[in-house]
């Protein structure tokens, strides 16, 4: 058996192709899964459990026929969809996780997370990420009404492009110190996580003074190839699906 890993898809009705890509995953190769796992970034951004529209209804519908054949698919929210909530899952089968969690995959100690957590160095952005994680911040917002919403998700989502063109590359990656320290507090074998977009494989040292190592696996975004990590009892290994 698979478990299969996936994240940063940013699915939204301007790339049909992604969401197509999805929908093939999900009837092909979820079916036979052991378990699916969706660490955050799922849509381009989420406004709130009472949005329709076909993209979701879509999507719905593909996860929901995978949950009803018994292969659990869990989510860990990213920092587009962190208001993706309860009655989602509820309509899905999908089950919700906190922003880190521990599992024991084929004997390895492994923990998942979005990845955004990790980017200490971008101070504005952990500000922010603060702020609009306050339960409070988020009851009255989505207490407004839907198209209010949409508008101040627009502005803000324009706002994070202009702040990207303007930001060092490095400090929108990971800092390596503040992971390390992570992977020792959880006392882990391997890191799974999304958000930087780097598809890769990188062994860590927990600490500087430390000869102990742990492997960071870092999901590709999505885009004309969906970034899929692919575990079992043998390893792990990425399919890049295409269009």
């Known amino acids: 058996m698979t478990t299969y890993f996936i994240a940063d898809l940013h699915l939204n009705e301007h790339q049909p192709g992604i969401t ?35 993209l979701i209804e879509q999507v719905k519908q593909a996860i929901q026929n995978v949950t009803q054949q018994g ?4 989510f860990i929210c990213g920092n587009r969809d962190f208001l993706l909530g309860k009655r989602f899952a509820k309509e899905t089968g999908l089950i919700l996780l906190p922003d880190y969690h521990k599992i ?20 504005t952005y952990q500000r922010f990420r603060q702020k609009v994680h306050q339960k409070w911040r988020q009851t009255l917002f989505l207490l407004l009404p839907l198209r209010l919403r949409l508008h101040i998700a627009q502005k803000i989502r324009a706002k994070s492009r202009q702040d990207k063109r303007t930001k060092p590359a490095e400090i929108m990656d990971v800092n390596p110190q503040f992971t390390a320290q992570i ?10 996580h999304g958000h930087t977009h780097k598809q890769a494989v990188h062994s860590c040292q ?38």
């Open 183 to 192: 992977a020792e507090q959880y006392q882990i074998e391997w890191l799974i």
């Open 104 to 123: 024991d995959l084929y004997g390895h100690s492994t923990l998942l997370c979005h990845g955004d957590t990790l980017c200490t160095d971008d101070v």
């Open 20 to 54: 197509d890509l999805f929908l093939q995953f999900m009837s092909e190769k979820a079916p036979l899964a052991e378990a699916v796992y969706i660490l955050g970034d799922f849509f381009d951004f989420w406004i709130g459990d009472d949005e329709n529209s076909p």
């Open 206 to 243: 927990k600490f500087a003074t430390s000869d102990r190592l742990f492997t960071r696996i870092v999901l590709g975004d999505w885009g004309k190839t969906a970034s899929i990590l692919a575990v079992d009892k043998q390893g792990f290994q990425f399919n890049l699906e295409r269009e």
């Open 71 to 74: 292969i659990p698919c869990y």
